[in-house]
């Protein structure tokens, strides 16, 4: 049996009827840029995201870099990250000429540490970038009470979190401006790049606003130096369609979880994803830890079985980041996660007997 680490056969043809009308509708309104398709879907996801505003842009990366531009982060200024992120949150506190300063994860949840932040704080220090890894929030109500005694802001990356909440509460709507991703692989993605922030502050919605379109609301009159980071029209459209399945799509991720978890249980060797009580985890991936991941992954791959690991180099050890003079052994956990983990294929349309038949390998594998 061959089974991708994400396939999109079953999901286009599910839509595929409505997607070639959302772009015959997109050619014949003859709007191509920032048109009511954009709009639409600002409001959209603004109102499914339990925020009072979304400003769609070309990027997740750019909702991050935009965000601290907007809050006046710059030079001089220290942001604490997780110290196993993906390297887009790094490089946008590097976009403004700031410093981040990373702080070690829960090795449980792979998400931030609370614990771990006030000694991390100087009087450098303006922001806090929590990452809400593989599906799952961090523990935000603790971050944004480190995060008012210190009167920092949160700039939470809601790129892997979609519809993931803690005590009812969504991811992205926690901090000042949040950013999330709609990159094809994401619970809710475009056909191609595509981004947004979400905030409940009006003055911070109308800027952000005006520095993606050249630092201007009004043609040719340019107030501020921007940059061109519009949400493109099509995309939006495909995303309001897409937002009114993320529902029912999150359900089936959660049941793809639910048999690896079931499954897998009894393998000693290997450490299941493990969601908070009071979270909701949307299962973007499906992520476990072995300390034969390596050998693992190989195994699987002889068996027709595609897995990917998300991440193997944390960014205090890429090369980008040398000159913050790091060396390996400085954030031990992080690099525990990058040495051990590996997400295993899950997708929408994935069937029962694929889910059965990794599990029956992995098994094989480990002899049980």
């Known amino acids: 049996m061959k089974i991708p680490f994400v396939a999109f056969d079953e999901i286009n043809n599910r839509i595929k009827n409505d997607l070639v009308q959302i772009f015959e509708d997109f050619v014949d309104s003859k709007y191509y840029v920032l048109g009511n398709k954009v709009s639409e879907f600002e409001k959209e996801y603004a109102l499914f995201n339990q925020m009072e505003y979304c400003v769609g842009l070309a990027s997740g990366l750019d909702g991050l870099f935009l965000a601290l531009r907007v809050l006046e982060i710059s030079e001089e200024d220290e942001v604490i990250v997780p110290s196993n992120t993906y390297i887009a949150t790094v490089l946008a506190i590097s976009m403004v000429g700031a410093k981040p300063i990373f702080c070690e994860p829960i090795l449980q949840t792979y998400n931030l540490d609370p614990k771990k932040i006030e000694n991390l704080i100087s009087n450098k220090t303006k922001a806090i970038m929590p990452v809400h890894l593989y599906g799952q929030c961090c523990e935000m109500d603790t971050i944004m009470e480190i995060a008012q005694k210190y009167n920092l802001f949160v700039v939470e990356d809601n790129a892997q979190s979609q519809g993931a909440t803690h005590k009812g509460k969504m991811t992205g709507s926690f901090g000042h401006i949040n950013a999330t991703s709609f990159y094809p692989t994401k619970n809710l993605g475009a056909l191609g790049d595509a981004g947004a922030i979400t905030t409940n502050s009006k003055d911070y919605a109308d800027k952000m606003k005006k520095i993606r379109n050249y630092g201007s609301n009004k043609r040719y009159f340019n107030e501020i130096k921007g940059v061109n980071s519009r949400l493109d029209e099509l995309q939006a459209a495909i995303l309001t369609y897409k937002l009114k399945t993320l529902e029912a799509y999150t359900f089936e991720r959660e049941e793809i979880a639910r048999m690896y978890s079931e499954n897998l249980e ?39 079985i595609g897995t990917v690991i998300h991440y193997p180099i944390p960014p205090h050890l890429q090369e980008a980041y040398k000159n913050l003079g790091y060396k390996k052994g400085d954030f031990p956990i992080a690099e525990e996660i990058a040495d051990t983990i590996l997400s295993l294929p899950l997708y929408i349309g994935m069937k029962k007997e694929e889910v059965f038949y990794v599990c029956q390998i992995i098994k094989q594998f480990f002899n049980v």
């Open 266 to 304: 009894n393998i000693t060797e290997i450490n299941l994803p493990k969601t908070h009580p009071d979270f909701k985890n949307v299962f973007h991936l499906y992520v476990i830890r072995t300390q034969k991941r390596d050998l693992l992954k190989d195994y699987l791959e002889k068996n027709g």
